[in-house]
């Protein structure tokens, strides 16, 4: 199929190794221009994804109407935050094409999903045409060829089983479901949990503590994703507690290694000066708590989280205040 894949970072230039491996037709989207250019020259993106040449078969460009041109499928994998403005510049360009959304995050100004924004965004949109692809697929492990397993959500059974069956292989085996909701919440909501994780292995509170993160933060997860119309199903699925077991575990998480660095005692604002990649549960976390209160939810832990990144309230105490809140039923 011909795929435009929009965003040439660790997770967008991964896919496009992978869709080229399988006999796809690549375009792939860069919106910085050097960034675009040197990866087009030198066939590497060292940046992204070091360690894996770009075949030449895989088009590379900066821009954009370029890169979607004659596409049958156009995939989004930017940060959250500027996924509004992309959109906008091809509104009218994706026509019956299939959007599939590899972002995990929520917008922190409005507060929606990425199936929301497609709809708000591109002209004549079906949402029958979109679909999310979520789960435990830390890019550099899924471009080293390793066994991976995700979930595709659309509301058409049609368009999911397509990428399905077009995605799929020895490598990546794909699932589906008709539950964005659910699908998206998950992928966005792992990511707080994550920072919370990080921030439990950088204060070196242990297994147990690490364990129970775990368990209450998929609690809350669940809440939320429910309230908003998710199905608990989903939680205990791919994208629920498979992506969370990877995040909270992995060195190379990108927000679990953001929270260890805070919990060590650097400032956020230090941390991401350094950082060239996005790590989204940072501006998720407040878009969260902000929908959870919306949706008069209880989320404790994402509480902890945003009150240690944004409050200057010191990780101790966050801790302090989560141990020592009201006891409850387990739920
Ligand atoms: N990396 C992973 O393992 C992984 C796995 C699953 C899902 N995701 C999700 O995929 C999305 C992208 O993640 P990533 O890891 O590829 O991020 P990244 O930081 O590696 O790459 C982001 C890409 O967006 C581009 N970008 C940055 N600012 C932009 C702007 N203003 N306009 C247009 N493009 C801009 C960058 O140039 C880059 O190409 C995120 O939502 C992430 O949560 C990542």
Redesign the pocket.
């Known amino acids: 199929m011909r795929i435009a894949i ?9 896919l496009a190794l992978l869709l080229n491996k399988s006999g796809h037709q690549i375009r792939l989207w ?3 221009e050097p ?1 675009a250019e040197l990866v087009a020259q030198t066939r590497k993106n060292e940046r ?2 070091p360690g894996y040449p770009i075949p030449e078969a895989i088009f590379v460009t900066s821009q954009i109407h370029d890169a979607m041109q004659g596409a049958e499928i156009c995939i ?5 935050q ?1 996924c509004r ?2 959109l906008k510049s091809i509104n009218k360009l994706t026509g019956r094409m299939i959007v599939l959304s ?4 929520i917008e922190q100004s409005s507060l929606h999903r990425v199936s929301e924004i497609c709809q708000e965004e591109l002209e004549d949109f079906d949402l029958k045409n979109y679909c999310t692809l ?1 789960g435990p ?4 492990e ?1 471009a080293s060829g390793l066994p991976t397993s995700a979930v595709v959500a659309s509301k058409s059974p049609e368009t999911a089983e397509l990428i399905q069956k077009a995605f799929s292989t020895s490598a990546m085996r794909l699932y589906t479901s008709e539950d964005i909701v659910g699908v998206e919440m998950a ?1 966005a909501l792992k ?1 707080v949990m994550a920072l919370a994780a990080g921030i439990s292995d950088g204060m070196q509170l242990g297994y147990n503590t690490k364990g129970a993160l775990l368990t209450r933060g998929l609690a809350e997860i669940s809440r939320l994703g429910e309230a908003l119309g998710g199905k608990r199903q989903t939680f205990s699925g791919l994208s629920g507690i498979g992506d969370l077991i990877t995040t909270c575990t992995s060195p190379v998480s ?1 927000n679990r290694t953001v929270g260890e660095r805070i919990g060590r005692g650097e400032t956020l604002q230090q941390i991401l000066n350094e950082m ?3 790590a ?1 549960g940072v501006w998720t976390a407040r878009a969260a708590r902000e929908l959870a209160k919306q949706n008069n939810v209880n989320v404790p832990i994402t509480d902890a989280v945003c009150q240690v990144l944004f409050e200057g309230v010191p990780q101790k105490s966050a801790l302090n205040n989560l141990m020592t809140r009201d006891l409850k039923v387990e739920d």
């Open positions: 929009l965003g040439g970072g660790n997770w967008g230039t991964t860069e919106f910085d960034q992204y994804l989004l994998a930017i940060p959250t500027v403005s992309v590899l972002i995990k995050g979520s697929t830390i890019a550099p899924v992928g990511n990108r060239v990649m996005v989204e």
